[in-house]
């Protein structure tokens, strides 16, 4: 399964920026789709998941109030919304998706993985 990840670039702290990611030759709606981030010199981050069929929505604890996943079967898309940028969000951001339903934290859950998209967060 291809996963395409887009919205990356640069803000300033305060902003909001968002990211997609899009599955070109699947219907992403069946699979759990989560999103990571990966930091210079640090381990990849599970951030958030969606769920596929009751399209329950977790969260870390680090963008919790700030970050909203959301899925749109119309476009065949998932969607992270982020606000209140820090400088401690950038990182490279990816998407993620498991062949099934539920949602997982650790990176082993994860099936497929989209190429990463870089979201610097600076002034």
């Known amino acids: 399964v291809q996963l395409q990840a887009s919205g990356g670039g640069l803000v300033q702290p305060g902003g909001s920026l968002r990211l997609s990611c899009t599955t070109p030759?699947?219907?992403?709606?069946?699979?759990?789709t989560g999103w990571f981030r990966q930091a210079p010199g640090r381990e990849r981050e599970w951030i958030t998941c969606?769920?596929?069929?009751?399209?329950?929505?977790f969260y870390s604890e680090s963008v919790k109030g700030r970050f909203t996943i959301s899925r749109h079967d119309a476009n065949n898309t998932v969607n992270l919304q982020m606000g209140s940028l820090k400088p401690e969000d950038t990182a490279v951001y990816y998407c993620?998706?498991?062949?099934?339903?539920?949602?997982?934290?650790?990176?082993?859950?994860?099936?497929?993985w989209g190429q990463g998209t870089q979201v610097t967060v600076s002034s």
């Open positions: 030759e699947e219907r992403i709606d069946i699979f759990a």
């Open positions: 969606i769920s596929s069929r009751d399209i329950n929505s």
């Open positions: 993620a998706l498991i062949n099934g339903r539920g949602c997982y934290r650790d990176y082993g859950s994860y099936d497929f």
